[in-house]
């Protein structure tokens, strides 16, 4: 995978070697600091010939300007300064970074005429560089020996002029750490299943132990005493056994109920009996999106040390046919003790959630829970690839994560629930079942969670068209986007940090 760059940060320079990034804003002159690198009239003369209009995140690269010792010079758009919002700043050094090519030496000059650049917003442009230089390219093999040594030597090196330094490279600080830890969810989702099942998962979960998060893994064994039947009867298709990962951070005071994430996590859905289609099942290996967005969650907030406590339950199986598996008609007991009639094993995340949801709950007693899960293909019927679903029991807590995702760019979009769609799921012959007619069928599977949570403040994020073959941008070009780890990240830190 690709090595990210090392970045600092320093005063206004003159910068007079390797690569020059400068900011120019819509329809308007670069800031005094970024014309003092080529001059002004060299400037004015680049921007008019090319008809860089300096719209948002569009970028302009020259090779090594008249004049200068400059290898490269890179214009970068920041559109309207005064409406910069969301993940803006990300998009611009995401667009950075795009450009710099195999420049070893980059100078980012960070001004824009008349606009204060906050700590913030410079955190924010190095956390779009640390997400637009991602691949994932571990199983591609090398051309030969002379080639590699070249790409493991290779790092470029970017230091990121503004006003206060120190005060921006104490919140890189923080957005680095979130960066580790959308990094380690896209790097679990973009795993291929083969290499990644169950208990590989957890055991990577177990490598957050060298944060201080305390991780326990339970066993198939450990379930059937809790009597979670629900999960285990989409596991018991798949010679790979199921496993729950739990992951509790404690930063805040002992007294303090922890907050709870739940994430499903089929490491690969063939959807049982009820199998899928052939074409587009590949993408099945990242089925465990929403419990690779709580691990990764779990990484940035022990990582930044934040001042809450916080419990992670992930529910890791592989829905697979054999002998064994499930069949459409099987009634299973959950934790809870609610009967479920299994119309469809294709519908199977929610049955791993379920007995997820119950445990973390009754455990944990938590202020709130959000699960996360790539949970229906409904959901993008309805909202498309560009904002998941929100589901939730409680006005305040949806409020809170709608303006997270507005703050991030992860957004969300507030979907129903009520008792019309919860009577789809009765049935005769159990408590439920856990499908209900063709139409709202997000919504249905909403209603069938929210069975398992009792009272507690819950929230369902179904994030099937955001984390998964999501549309590149300029900060994720990767087919796993990691998404719901800022999102939550700055929900945690608005919130709920003493």
Request: with cysteine; hydrophobic share 45%.
């Amino acid at each position: 995978m690709s090595k990210r760059p090392s970045i600092s940060f320093a005063k206004y320079a003159v910068v007079d070697s390797g690569t020059a990034i400068l900011l120019v804003p819509a329809e308007g002159k670069a800031a005094a600091e970024a014309e003092s690198v080529v001059g002004q009239a060299l400037l004015s003369r680049i921007i008019d010939v090319s008809d860089f209009k300096g719209k948002l995140a569009t970028s302009l690269s020259t090779l090594a300007p008249n004049g200068t010792e400059l290898e490269r010079l890179v214009l970068v758009g920041s559109g309207d300064p005064a409406k910069l919002k969301g993940d803006d700043w990300l998009k611009i050094g995401g667009a950075a970074f795009s450009k710099i090519g195999k420049s070893k030496n980059v100078s980012v000059v960070l001004a824009l005429p008349g606009t204060e650049i906050s700590a913030e917003n410079a955190a924010d442009f190095a956390l779009g560089i640390l997400l637009r230089s991602y691949t994932f390219d571990k199983y591609k093999t090398k051309k030969g020996k002379d080639e590699s040594e070249k790409e493991d030597k290779f790092v470029a090196s970017v230091t990121i002029q503004v006003a206060d330094p120190h005060a921006a490279k104490k919140a890189f600080a923080n957005a680095e750490a979130v960066a580790d830890g959308v990094i380690l969810a896209r790097n679990l989702v973009n795993e291929p299943a083969n290499v990644l099942g169950p208990v590989e998962f957890a055991e990577r979960v177990e490598d957050l132990k060298k944060l201080d998060v305390k991780v326990e893994i339970l066993t198939e064994k450990d379930m059937k005493k809790l009597g979670m039947g629900s999960l285990l009867g989409v596991a018991q298709g798949s010679t790979r056994p199921a496993r729950i990962a739990i992951m509790e951070w404690h930063g805040g005071k002992s007294k303090d109920k922890p907050i709870a994430f739940v994430g499903k996590g089929v490491t690969f859905d063939s959807g049982g009996l009820s199998i899928k289609p052939a074409g587009g099942m590949e993408e099945m290996k990242g089925d465990m999106g929403g419990a690779a967005a709580v691990t990764g969650l779990m990484h940035a907030l022990a990582s930044r040390k934040a001042k809450v406590n916080v419990v992670g339950v992930i529910g890791i199986v592989e829905n697979m046919i054999n002998g064994d598996a499930q069949r459409p008609g099987d009634i299973v007991t959950s934790m809870s003790g609610q009967t479920i009639e299994v119309l469809n094993t294709d519908a199977e995340g929610r049955l791993v959630l379920a007995d997820a949801l119950y445990y973390c709950n009754d455990r944990f007693q938590p202020k709130f829970m959000v699960n996360l899960a790539t949970l229906t293909g409904a959901i993008m019927v309805a909202l498309g690839v560009y904002q998941a679903g929100l589901f939730s029991n409680d006005d305040a807590l949806a409020a809170q994560l709608f303006d997270a995702g507005q703050a991030t760019g992860e957004r969300l979009w507030r979907m129903p629930l009520g008792t019309e769609y919860d009577k789809l799921i009765d049935t005769k012959n159990a408590d439920m079942k856990n499908i209900g007619g063709r139409h709202g069928g997000a919504i249905i599977a909403a209603q069938f969670l929210k069975r398992f949570v009792g009272e507690t403040p819950w929230a369902h994020l179904d994030i099937a068209g955001t984390a998964i073959g999501a549309p590149t941008n300029e900060y994720s070009q990767s087919w796993a986007s990691g998404y719901g780890v800022r999102l939550l990240d700055r929900l945690v830190r608005d919130n709920f940090e003493g």
